[in-house]
């Protein structure tokens, strides 16, 4: 199989429970679509029958590779999702949204009107955002702080975004963070350098169900992240 035009890459942690339906889906989703894929299932650390169950489906469908390593940590799988691909372009997606409304814009922007990234924000003018409103407001709370922490000037960093790989890889291998907040720290960078072009586009958050890993859990990984985030963007140090 020659490289496909686009790379797909999902993380994905503890979810037997919708992975098999949700990739079925985005297959008969990407059935009209004007671009070559391959979807990369970035896995690690799962303890149910995620893994089992991806391997199962790859082998049905080989456009389909599952990677799977080490403990569970999402920016790590990402990254290595898109260090891997080999797309000319890739797709960040997360198995409880696989929206390709999303990908069908941002494809537009990135071949025609010759942008290097473009975040789905949740956030930005005409979008929707159909989560409870305690997670409405932790995205308003983590952009705040990005905010005056980062100088960010956009309005979200997590879920979606398509980028030209090329044009972008320098920006990930910059990437220092892991876990929640690498995200966040691959478009707060992109946003400095004044080589990628960027812009965010709307998109409707719809979520085939509650998160894996409850919110509160997390707030100590993304709290003590943030600050290794602000120094190493505000002052080129590393607090490791
Ligand atoms: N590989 C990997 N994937 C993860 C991990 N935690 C979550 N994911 C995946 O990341 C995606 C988003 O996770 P969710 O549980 O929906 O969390 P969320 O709060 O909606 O995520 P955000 O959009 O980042 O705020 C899903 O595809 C999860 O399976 C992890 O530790 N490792
Ligand atoms: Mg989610």
């Known amino acids: 199989m020659g490289a496909p035009d686009v790379s797909i890459v999902i993380p994905v942690y503890n979810e037997e429970g919708i992975i098999s339906a949700s990739l079925s889906d985005l297959r008969e989703k990407l059935q009209d679509v004007d671009f070559t894929y391959e979807i990369i299932v970035a896995e690690n650390g799962s303890t149910d029958a995620t893994v089992r169950i991806a391997e199962d489906f790859s082998t049905r469908h080989p456009e389909v590779r599952v990677m799977s390593i080490g403990e569970p940590n999402y920016g790590k799988a990402l990254r290595r999702g898109i260090l891997e691909a080999r797309g ?57 702080m990005l905010r005056v922490a980062t100088g960010f000037k956009g309005t979200d960093t997590h879920g979606l975004k398509a980028f030209e790989r090329s044009k972008v890889l320098h920006v990930v291998e910059a990437c220092v963070v892991d876990r ?61």
């Open 88 to 144: 000319k372009y890739v797709i960040c997606d997360e198995i409880d949204l696989c929206d390709v409304d999303f990908y069908r814009v941002a494809m537009e922007k990135l071949r025609e009107d010759d942008y290097d990234l473009v975040v789905g924000s949740k956030r930005a003018p005409g979008a929707r955002d159909r989560r409870p409103a305690y997670r409405r407001m932790a995205t308003q709370v983590l952009n705040g």
């Open 180 to 240: 929640d907040m690498f995200a966040s720290e691959l478009v707060v960078r992109a946003h400095r350098d004044d080589r990628v072009k960027w812009c965010e586009v709307p998109i409707d958050l719809v979520e085939k169900r509650p998160p894996s890993v409850h919110l509160f859990r997390r707030v100590p990984n993304v709290l003590k992240n943030m600050v290794r985030l602000t120094s190493v963007i505000r002052f080129g140090r590393d607090l490791k």
